[in-house]
């Protein structure tokens, strides 16, 4: 797990999950220049053994070896974990879409173009302020 950035506790802290390193590298890139605090997960595993405590927004990669990123929602929702997340992928059948919202999630299509993905981790991050 690495933090792009630290020191500034009221700056949202986002779970980048994605198996791709060059995919997860840019996307931490990106959310880091838009003024977020980046946790970098390369398996599911990976960020079912860490802190989930800090985390704002999870953005999860859903095609994954071990398991989809559908089933590592599941997950921690059996731990009680509401994280919201946001599904990116390339694959946004409606039937995916539909799981997605299911769990309390969206989904974001790959590439996400412009400021798509930045506005709905805030939208992700608002719904679920206490």
Do not use: W
């Not at 802290?13 to 605090?37: C, P, W």
């Not at 997960?41 to 990976?46: D, G």
């Not at 960020?47 to 999870?58: H, K, V």
């Not at 921690?76 to 059948?93: M, N, Q």
């Amino acid at each position: 797990m690495a933090d792009s950035s630290s020191g500034n506790p009221a700056r949202a802290i986002v779970a980048i999950l994605d198996d791709n390193q060059s995919a997860r590298e840019s996307l931490a890139y990106r959310l880091a220049a838009e003024g977020f605090d980046v946790q970098l997960h390369s398996s599911p595993e990976a960020l079912l053994e860490g802190d989930l405590s800090a985390p704002a927004c999870l953005v999860t990669n859903y095609h994954m070896p071990a398991m989809n990123g559908l089933e590592l929602v599941s997950r921690l929702r059996e731990r009680s974990i509401a994280v919201p997340f946001l599904l990116y992928t390339g694959d946004a059948a409606a039937s995916l879409v539909v799981r997605a919202a299911a769990l309390g999630g969206a989904v974001v299509h790959k590439p996400a173009l412009g400021r798509e993905l930045i506005e709905r981790i805030h939208d992700a991050i608002r719904v679920s302020a206490p």
